[in-house]
């Protein structure tokens, strides 16, 4: 059996809970939030994680925001950061292992949010602290983003 069968058969056996995507966290309310996932047993052939970026989506909601202090509304004022100033990550599923991409702000007890948050409590996890998702940092290139080591 080739590595790819074997992975493919691997997430067979997947609880349909386990999932791949991205977060941010809340600093001041101590919670993950703004988490958009998929089940790892929706992933394509070639995917690895949720295809939608941090970015793409922050855009929106900070609009959102600006639209809502306009109007004199209530909002977040989280949102009105740049979304690189917001502790962020995402989750990849790479050769039957779930990677975790995060800064150097991540704790032990934002680590079990994230595992809990994303169904991970009987697999592979691993924890990978990175440049890009250092708060203040952005878009690494796709190498940087990839690099698994």
Do not use: C
């Amino acid at each position: 059996m080739g590595r790819e069968e074997a992975i493919n058969e691997m997430l067979q056996y997947f609880d349909e809970k386990a999932e791949v995507g991205i977060f941010w966290y809340h600093p001041t309310d101590n919670e993950l939030f703004e988490i958009h996932s998929i089940p790892v047993t929706s992933l394509g052939k070639d995917e690895i994680t949720y295809p939608k970026l941090h970015k793409t989506i922050w855009t929106k909601l900070h609009q959102r925001t600006k639209d809502r202090k306009r109007q004199k509304l209530n909002y977040d004022p989280i949102y009105l950061n740049d979304y690189t100033q917001v502790p962020r990550g995402r989750i990849f599923f790479k050769e039957g292992e779930f990677h975790v991409f995060v800064g150097s702000w991540i704790t032990d007890d934002i680590k079990q949010m994230i595992i809990i948050q994303f169904h991970l409590q009987t697999y592979p996890v691993k924890f990978k602290i990175d440049t890009h998702w250092e708060i203040g940092h952005g878009w690494s290139t796709e190498e940087d983003l990839l690099d698994f080591d």
